[in-house]
């Protein structure tokens, strides 16, 4: 469905909406479930749990974390760090894919831990440093809410973090949060030049709304902005904010069986963002008729004739 589809029957619908099931699964317990601390490829190390997805990336200065997990999961992403030599301690750049508790809610222990020093894209830093209370869609559910942390360097679109050699670029991909984050960096292996992209998150929250959305009014336009930006991006190894994004189980299967080339998957990464925009298109015109439906039927014109019956 094309965008201008999209606004021109949004703007037929009323100016209320009731919230909808959700486009989204729900969390479950994979998000806690233990997974296994490997070596993805290069210096990027997998420490995260069977769906929520956090990273190390080793340099010659010391750690990048991306992304924290919920505060509980602190303990567990230690024991994996350590259980590939790495410590807590030497972390020195704390980075997330976006503002919800399943991905920074662990960000002050970790700080706490480590010093690291934090650094969060421009349009999600308030909800970091709210502890989640000025979230879009989450802000009036305190299950959401986590400890706030100051931010020490904002980010923008575009935006280089280098630490020991290592370069990650930043890449605004909004709507799922409105700082959304996708982040890329490269990787030599055996001489072959690998493009790694860590996918923020393009899909959306359960019972979000996506129409007159009156704390992010412009939320389609931007979930479209992320979806060309992140097909703008070469991907060689596609990896993402949660397991699922890029089967994480499957792949790990068959890289511990010796394939060391079982996260190279570009079609893989293609094939999610198609079908990713499927859903959020299709949730669109589900939202529009839904209001379509309910808006209440054109007030009579005195005087006038109704309609003649067909």
């Given at each position: 469905?094309?965008?201008?589809?999209?606004l021109?029957?949004?703007?037929?619908?009323?100016?209320?909406?009731?919230?909808?099931?959700a486009f989204?699964?729900p969390?479950?317990?994979?998000t806690r479930a233990?997974?296994?601390?490997?070596?993805?490829v290069g210096n990027?190390?997998?420490?995260?749990?069977q769906?929520?997805?956090?990273?190390?990336?080793?340099?010659n200065?010391?750690?990048?974390?991306?992304?924290?997990?919920?505060?509980?999961?602190?303990?567990?992403?230690?024991?994996?760090?350590?259980?590939?030599?790495?410590?807590?301690?030497?972390?020195k750049?704390?980075?997330?894919?976006?503002?919800?508790?399943?991905?920074?809610?662990?960000?002050?222990?970790?700080?706490?831990m480590?010093?690291?020093?934090?650094?969060v894209?421009?349009?999600d830093?308030?909800?970091?440093?709210?502890g989640?209370?000025?979230?879009?869609?989450y802000?009036?559910?305190p299950?959401?809410?986590?400890?706030?942390?100051?931010?020490d360097?904002?980010?923008?679109?575009?935006?280089?973090?280098?630490?020991?050699g290592t370069?990650?670029?930043?890449?605004?991909?909004?709507?799922?949060?409105k700082?959304?984050?996708?982040?890329t960096?490269e990787?030599?292996?055996?001489?072959?030049?690998?493009?790694?992209?860590?996918?923020?998150?393009?899909n959306?929250?359960?019972?979000?709304?996506?129409?007159?959305?009156?704390?992010?009014?412009?939320?389609v336009?931007d979930?479209?902005?992320?979806f060309?930006?992140?097909?703008?991006l070469?991907?060689?190894?596609?990896?993402?904010?949660?397991?699922?994004?890029?089967?994480?189980?499957?792949?790990y299967a068959?890289?511990?069986?010796?394939?060391?080339?079982?996260?190279?998957?570009?079609?893989g990464?293609?094939a999610?963002i198609?079908?990713?925009?499927?859903?959020?298109e299709?949730?669109?015109?589900?939202?529009?008729?839904?209001?379509?439906?309910?808006?209440?039927?054109?007030?009579?014109?005195?005087?006038?004739?109704?309609?003649?019956?067909?």
């Amino acid at each position: 469905m094309k965008s201008s589809k999209i606004l021109v029957a949004a703007a037929l619908a009323v100016a209320f909406f009731v919230s909808l099931p959700a486009f989204s699964a729900p969390p479950s317990e994979k998000t806690r479930a233990p997974f296994p601390a490997f070596n993805i490829v290069g210096n990027i190390y997998y420490v995260g749990t069977q769906e929520l997805a956090c990273y190390i990336i080793k340099t010659n200065d010391g750690l990048i974390l991306l992304n924290t997990g919920f505060q509980e999961n602190t303990p567990q992403i230690e024991k994996s760090m350590e259980s590939l030599g790495f410590h807590m301690k030497d972390v020195k750049i704390l980075l997330i894919n976006h503002a919800h508790i399943d991905h920074d809610g662990g960000a002050q222990d970790v700080i706490k831990m480590s010093g690291a020093k934090y650094f969060v894209m421009d349009k999600d830093v308030e909800v970091v440093e709210s502890g989640g209370k000025l979230d879009y869609h989450y802000w009036n559910n305190p299950e959401e809410y986590y400890p706030a942390v100051k931010v020490d360097r904002v980010l923008h679109d575009g935006d280089k973090v280098e630490l020991g050699g290592t370069v990650m670029t930043a890449h605004w991909t909004p709507g799922h949060t409105k700082g959304n984050t996708t982040w890329t960096m490269e990787v030599t292996v055996g001489g072959k030049l690998q493009h790694i992209v860590f996918i923020g998150s393009p899909n959306g929250n359960r019972n979000m709304i996506l129409l007159h959305n009156t704390r992010y009014l412009n939320i389609v336009s931007d979930f479209e902005k992320g979806f060309a930006a992140l097909r703008a991006l070469p991907c060689d190894i596609p990896l993402g904010s949660h397991g699922n994004y890029f089967d994480l189980p499957a792949k790990y299967a068959k890289w511990k069986a010796g394939d060391k080339n079982a996260f190279v998957d570009p079609e893989g990464y293609t094939a999610f963002i198609d079908k990713t925009q499927h859903i959020f298109e299709a949730e669109v015109t589900k939202q529009v008729v839904k209001i379509q439906d309910d808006a209440p039927p054109s007030p009579q014109i005195p005087g006038s004739m109704p309609p003649a019956a067909k």
